[in-house]
């Protein structure tokens, strides 16, 4: 018996792509989600300045070494400082990280999201300007600490926001935002090539702001919706 049946791939391709921008038009409409991925990539943004902008600052203004601490006999120049201050998040976060959990447990979850962002982008911010070794030091620990505080909930309004049946692609474009915002502190590298520091510690301090504010809409939109479902149940069982 031979196979009359010949599908049409082309079509078959066609269609599929059609369905994938279908999908994709379908999230743009999302606006809880969008305005989540805008905020997202605004904290990347800011974080990524760390191996970017705010290390070339440093290696090229503290060229020779200096101390750390006048009373501790250690010296540092821009890189190492770098280094110091990459270690330090990474220890922080690996040491403090229950510490920090524990101490906060008994906050209400939106006030420890919202102080967690606000210490994260002033520690960023300071990062931008400053370069006396022991304040960049503490603008590090608040920027750690912040970023610990501010996570849990920032992954969990990720995962509400998201629909079970179309996570796959609502996981992809948050993947590309994400690119995005790491391509975004490139350019804050070349633009800082002709304006002066003080103005990109004003953008900086900007993306932070605007990213909090973002993010406050989403906490507040949340805390409706919770109320919401809260009020529904209730009418439900009775």
Do not use: C
Not at 116 to 125: A, E, R, V
Request: glycine residues 6%.
């Amino acid at each position: 018996i031979k196979e009359t049946y010949q599908p049409n791939v082309q079509r078959q391709k066609s269609s599929q792509t059609i369905q994938v921008y279908k999908e994709y038009l379908n999230i743009l409409k999302h606006k809880f989600f969008i305005i989540f991925i805008l905020a997202s990539v605004l904290i990347v943004a800011v974080e990524e300045q760390l191996t970017n902008y705010i290390g070339i600052r440093l290696k090229e203004q503290l060229p020779n070494p200096i101390q750390i601490i006048t009373a501790i006999p250690m010296e540092v120049d821009g890189v190492n400082l770098l280094g110091f201050l990459k270690a330090e998040n990474t220890l922080l976060v690996v040491a403090l990280t229950f510490v920090v959990i524990t101490v906060i447990k008994k906050w209400k979850e939106r006030v420890t999201f919202l102080v967690g962002l606000l210490l994260f982008f002033t520690g960023y911010t300071v990062l931008s300007f400053t370069t006396i070794p022991m304040l960049l030091i503490v603008a590090m620990f608040l920027a750690s600490i912040g970023e610990m505080m501010y996570i849990p909930m920032q992954q969990a309004l990720l995962a509400n926001s998201v629909p079970d049946h179309a996570r796959s692609t609502y996981m992809s474009l948050y993947g590309v935002a994400i690119f995005l915002g790491v391509s975004a502190a490139g350019v804050v590298v070349i633009v800082s090539e002709w304006v002066p520091p003080l103005v990109i510690t004003g953008a900086i301090g900007l993306m932070g702001g605007l990213s909090f504010i973002l993010f406050a809409r989403l906490v507040s939109i949340a805390k409706k919706q919770e109320e919401t479902n809260i009020t529904n149940l209730k009418s439900v069982s009775r």
